[in-house]
């Protein structure tokens, strides 16, 4: 019997290859989706998706403890771990489900199965079926770090592949391993919901690739609902004594004890490249990830990688973007755009958001620039909500013509950030920007403010 052949291969169904998939399939293409696990990948099941649900229900948990402000008297508001955790899987089923229709109706022809890739532009699946292909994309995502820790191995220590187990969603104290955006998120989700918390970064700061700024208010956010930082330090040894973690952190010469009742890792995410098989020798790779050129092409013919496996950062939205921009190129020849700014967020209380420059890298570079503040408390949304903690920064180039950067501590700032993104990448002058009215009262208003007292700002 012939082997089977298609036009394109898409290894991993997270929102990179889904994607991938359903825009080859609007092309026309004979396309293929292969994924060992679930279809969504990391993003939909254990990552953005869970994540971002459990921190909303622990912000609303928070609104219900506050709405006397309002007027609004509640009673017996408690956590209910069982329905909160079936809220989260009813959430990831329901888009689930919604991608699973998506390629089904475009014909996708999706095969589960753990794939292994051979020389002639073969892949053998589940050790027994090959499929042959014309171009192959690589979307195999990333996953969680482990320590070599003593204890690591506990099963109260976790990583955040099984943080919304119903058993971990709600601790009395847990310890975080790790203060980069995920611990960050993990930390503010847990004190919102009233654990004691732990945080143990072994930078000098929380969030070291944010600004300065960000990274130190985050932390004094932090302490403010109970949760401690231990910047500096590393865990050293993990044991269990009368049913609890104790924990040994080390900075330099000092040795500290943590008690706690659970340990989430979140140091980190490295590639998955388990189904390489005989393209070992022809793949390069470096620091564990794929080398790809300006197309994400890899040093293999017709093989392309994007996402977490490659050398990318590590964005849900930037792997999509790219895994649609190589099918984009594979049926009509043009090249792929490169991303050289990107915005961030942090789904924190209040949200966090930035994009391109920092007054911190400005200052690093020696550019001069003028920058605009516009606080939250100033803001008519803002008031009428009592959301008046944060503000709006924009930062434009020396000459007041165009934002260079941007930075959001506010509700909705993991949305805002967009508009500023866009008026980034595609060099919209703020005379322009600002001749044009705005909604009222929306906290976007902000922007406008920031943006005209930065025109008016002298240069730093």
Do not use: W
């Not at 209380?349 to 605009?372: H, Q, T």
């Amino acid at each position: 019997m012939a082997m089977r052949h298609k036009k394109l291969i898409i290894i991993g169904a997270g929102i990179a290859g889904y994607n991938a998939a359903l825009r080859a399939s609007s092309y026309g293409m004979d396309v293929a989706l292969i994924e060992q696990y679930e279809i969504g990948g990391t993003c939909l099941n254990r990552g953005c998706i869970p994540t971002k649900t459990g921190i909303y229900i622990a912000d609303e948990y928070r609104r219900l403890h506050e709405s006397d402000k309002y007027g609004l008297y509640t009673r017996d508001v408690h956590i209910d771990c069982h329905r909160m955790s079936s809220y989260i899987e009813d959430t990831v089923r329901k888009l689930k489900s919604g991608v699973q229709s998506l390629l089904e109706s475009s014909s996708v022809d999706v095969i589960h199965g753990r794939a292994e890739l051979l020389r002639e532009k073969r892949i053998l699946i589940e050790g027994t079926d090959e499929i042959g292909y014309d171009n192959l994309i690589i979307a195999t995502g990333s996953e969680p770090v482990i320590p070599d820790t003593p204890g690591i191995d506990f099963e109260e220590v976790y990583t955040t592949d099984r943080a919304f187990d119903e058993r971990f969603l709600t601790p009395d104290d847990v310890l975080i391993l790790g203060g980069g955006v995920i611990g960050v998120e993990f930390a503010g989700m847990y004190s919102l919901l009233g654990a004691r918390v732990h945080i143990v970064e072994k930078q000098d700061r929380l969030l070291p690739d944010m600004d300065s700024k960000v990274s130190e208010l985050v932390r004094h956010r932090l302490e403010e609902k109970n949760a401690h930082t231990y910047l500096g330090y590393a865990v050293s040894e993990i044991e269990r004594e009368d049913g609890e973690l104790i924990v040994h952190i080390r900075k330099e010469s000092e040795d500290i004890e943590l008690p706690v009742g659970q340990m989430l890792i979140s140091v980190g995410r490295s590639p998955r490249q388990d189904f390489i098989g005989e393209l070992k020798e022809d793949i390069r790779t470096e620091n564990g990830r794929i080398i790809t050129d300006n197309n994400h092409m890899t040093t293999a013919d017709g093989v392309y990688a994007v996402g977490d496996v490659s050398d990318v950062r590590q964005l849900a939205y930037l792997a999509q973007k790219q895994a649609e921009d190589v099918v984009d190129y594979l049926a009509t020849g043009r090249a792929c755009p490169i991303y050289d700014i990107l915005p961030r967020t942090i789904f924190f209380n209040p949200e966090m958001a930035v994009v391109g420059e920092s007054e911190d890298s400005l200052r690093e570079k020696g550019i001069s620039y003028r920058m605009g503040k516009s606080l939250m408390s100033s803001n008519g949304r803002a008031v009428l909500e009592q959301s008046t903690d944060g503000y709006v920064k924009v930062i434009l180039d020396k000459a007041g013509e165009l934002i260079i950067g941007a930075e959001l501590i506010c509700p909705h700032a993991s949305e805002i950030i967009e508009v500023i993104y866009q008026f980034i990448v595609h060099k919209i002058k703020v005379k322009d920007i600002l001749q044009y009215p705005f909604p009222h009262p929306v906290m976007i208003e902000t922007i406008r403010d920031a943006m005209a007292l930065a025109n008016r700002s002298s240069v730093r």
